[in-house]
């Protein structure tokens, strides 16, 4: 009996998550692979509704060095995920009872940035990964003030922006949960916007996506979002007019 030749796609499969090289029986997918398609639209699901667990993230943050700083928590004006996801301009809108506790919270002398962890559209993301990059990016930047660390529910990306006003915050980074695929359910996005308001366009924002085990390391993630602030810091903006060259940084400083 001839052997089968090797499918020459198969190589191709230690380099990438992406489904290529599956192979066939009779005219559909071998029963393996059909059987992981359906568990990672299962776990796509999952990050999607899940919600996330403000419990998990404040004793994860205690077992760091950050264990005494300040954390306060709201939520947005989706009362629940079924209207989070219905309607994403609630998840983008502070409820007005919290928006009133950020304005009492915020100190006479403006912090230079505020961290908030959103749980967007997978709490998988931010209970994997979102207390670690905090935590990274905190011990690069001593010299800056930083106010407290706002965990926020049913949020979406510009949500950041209003609390950053609430606390008059120079500038924002908020950590959120970013939309799963099927090669990913656990993706952290960072989106920096610099003098943030009520009204921020996407284009004012830089994003850093992919944070997770399998992309960008959570470490790496940390340092970037600590030279895009410090570039935004020192060139006044934010968004599309600010470039991320930390890799060429990197570079030179590794050079003899």
Not at 92 to 97: C, H, I, N, T, V
Request: net charge negative.
């Amino acid at each position: 009996m001839t052997e089968r030749p090797a499918d020459p796609w198969s190589a191709f499969r230690r380099f990438t998550q992406a489904r290529i090289a599956l192979g066939r029986s009779g005219d559909g997918l071998p029963t393996p692979h059909v059987l992981d398609f359906q568990l990672a639209h299962a776990q796509a699901r999952d990050a999607v509704l899940g919600r996330m667990d403000v419990a998990v993230l404040r004793a994860q943050l205690k077992d760091t060095d950050l264990a005494d700083h300040p954390i306060v928590t709201v939520t947005s004006r989706a009362e629940n995920r079924s209207a989070f996801l219905q309607r994403p301009d609630l998840g983008r809108q502070l409820s007005e009872s919290d928006g009133d506790t950020l304005r009492a919270a915020h100190t006479s002398k403006p912090p230079d940035v505020v961290f908030v962890i959103g749980d967007g559209l997978s709490a998988l993301a931010i209970e994997s990964y979102a207390i670690e990059v905090f935590s990274d990016a905190m011990k690069q930047m001593p010299d800056l003030s930083v106010g407290p660390l706002v965990m926020a529910q049913q949020a979406r990306v510009a949500l950041g922006d209003e609390i950053a006003v609430a606390l008059n915050a120079q500038a924002v980074i908020i950590l959120i949960g970013e939309r799963p695929g099927l090669s990913a359910a656990d993706s952290l996005g960072a989106y920096l916007t610099y003098r943030p308001r009520i009204g921020s366009q996407n284009a004012d924002r830089n994003c850093i996506s992919n944070i997770r085990n399998g992309g960008l390391y959570p470490r790496e993630a940390a340092a970037r979002i600590n030279y895009l602030l410090r570039a935004a810091i020192k060139q006044g903006q934010s968004g599309f007019r600010l470039k991320d060259l930390s890799e060429n940084e990197l570079l030179t400083s590794e050079d003899p």
